[in-house]
């Protein structure tokens, strides 16, 4: 994972106005299958898993459950981050941006229950699903068309990481 491009997802979105730390994972799920969609890559590599509630950034969620200060970003009290810093600009593409726009506004304004039944009906995260377990979702289920998949499979062997 970019921890730093991370953060600055996290911060983008809080600037623009959303503090639940729910919505915000649901946000950047959004976004990160919206890059792999659209670019072939994603933006941060947190790894998400399937979980009760739908999809979670674990390494990010991580984070804020320690409350832990000093990293960017903080919980308060059951489920909001705070920013500790301003979003800084260079860290993120344009394409993380448009990603993380998409992102946003597939997720804002709606209600934990809103949120959850949309995110539950994500194919990658029905098909990963056990109950009473966290499952990783491996990237490629992710992949909405063939053809990214099979593009995507063409040139790993040559990628460098």
């Known amino acids: 994972m970019n921890m730093q491009k991370a953060v600055e997802c996290v911060l983008w979105l809080i600037e623009r ?88 506004n597939e997720y804002k304004g709606l209600s934990f229950s809103e949120v959850e039944g949309k995110n539950h009906e994500e194919p990658c995260w029905k098909k990963n699903y056990i109950p009473n377990t966290s499952v990783a979702i491996p990237f490629e289920d992710f992949i909405e068309h063939d053809w990214v998949l099979e593009d995507l499979r063409g040139v790993a062997h040559r990628m460098v990481l």
């Open 17 to 104: 106005g959303e503090s639940n730390m729910y919505n915000i994972w649901k946000m950047l799920f959004a976004a990160e299958k919206h890059s792999l969609n659209n670019y072939g890559c994603p933006i941060t590599g947190d790894i998400y898993y399937a979980m009760k509630h739908g999809t979670v950034p674990t390494d990010l969620y991580s984070i804020a459950k320690s409350d832990k200060k000093g990293i960017g970003f903080h919980k308060e009290g059951k489920d909001a981050l705070v920013a500790e810093k301003a979003y800084e600009d260079g860290w993120l593409s344009d394409t993380d941006l448009k990603s993380l726009e998409f992102g946003y």
